[in-house]
């Protein structure tokens, strides 16, 4: 898999001089991320050896024998080509996660469900059983510790009497790998699908000199993604620190600032964080 987690795995072992193959279904890595940026770490993984088999689909497992007699796994794949094999000393599945909704009496509740099966809560953690809340995986929304945390304070807030809502304009993702990637707010992908109007700001993160004293001879990308009235709508940084500066653009994107307030923003220098206020 070629998600966040296989990613980060993939990194893991390599940067340990494990020889790793990706085999992921999709045409690219990292589906929920910038494509762009996502392209971009898959090739600088690529240059340091990792084999990516992407647009394929695994269709067997079996247990060969190495020409020591150790066991090894055989991985049969089919893609455009054709079918085809590779073999290795180990697997790791790493296929995306579900979350656990049965063997606790949840299904005794009889709680209104998403399409998509998830459980449906309105914008103060509640289903639609009163006084029962739901946070976490659960909801659906984002199978991140980060947003689960935020949820559980909206829910007890609610529960004591506080006014608090739940917002999802601004959940942070990040991708440990090395260099990092991280976003924030809307993808290029997601503005095209919902058919809102944007243009895209890039900058080379070379820009920023302490980014170039702490990365040598790496470079990376930093992208804005602007409304007609530029406001901020999303954030997408590949590059060391991204999972730090991220937040930054978030809160940007949550209080709905134009790059032109947030440009009026004074940011200390030199930082890496700079950069989003060189964007224009």
């Known amino acids: 898999g070629g998600g966040v987690i296989g990613m980060e795995f993939a990194s893991f072992f390599n940067s340990l001089g494990v020889q790793v193959t990706v085999v992921e279904m999709l045409d690219e890595i990292l589906g929920g991320m910038d494509k762009e940026l996502s392209a971009l770490l898959r090739a600088e993984y690529a240059k340091r050896g990792i084999r990516f088999l992407t647009g394929t689909k695994v269709t067997a497992l079996s247990e060969v024998s190495s020409a020591e007699g150790l066991p090894q796994v055989q991985v049969g794949y089919e893609d455009a080509q054709g079918a085809g094999s590779v073999v290795a000393h180990k697997l790791l599945m790493s296929v995306g996660r579900r979350p656990v909704t049965k063997g606790f009496g949840l299904e005794n509740l009889n709680l209104e469900k998403t399409e998509r099966g998830s459980i449906r809560v309105d914008g103060h953690m509640q289903t639609s059983l009163p006084g029962v809340y739901v946070c976490g995986d659960l909801t659906g929304f984002s199978l991140l510790a980060h947003t689960a945390v935020r ?119 030199p930082t890496v964080g700079e950069i989003f206020r060189e964007m224009v």
């Open 151 to 269: 949820e559980a304070e909206v829910a007890v807030h609610h529960i004591i009497g506080k006014e608090d809502v739940m917002s999802y304009r601004a959940i942070p993702g990040v991708v440990y790998t090395n260099p990092e990637i991280a976003g924030v707010g809307e993808t290029e992908e997601s503005l095209q699908k919902k058919g809102i109007a944007y243009r895209a700001l890039k900058l080379p993160m070379a820009y920023s000199g302490r980014f170039v004293a702490e990365n040598e001879g790496v470079n990376g990308v930093c992208k804005l993604l602007l409304a007609d009235d530029d406001t901020v709508l999303g954030a997408h940084v590949l590059g060391n620190p991204a999972s730090e500066i991220i937040t930054l653009a978030g809160m940007a994107i949550e209080l709905r600032l134009t790059i032109g307030q947030w440009k009026k923003i004074v940011f200390p220098h």
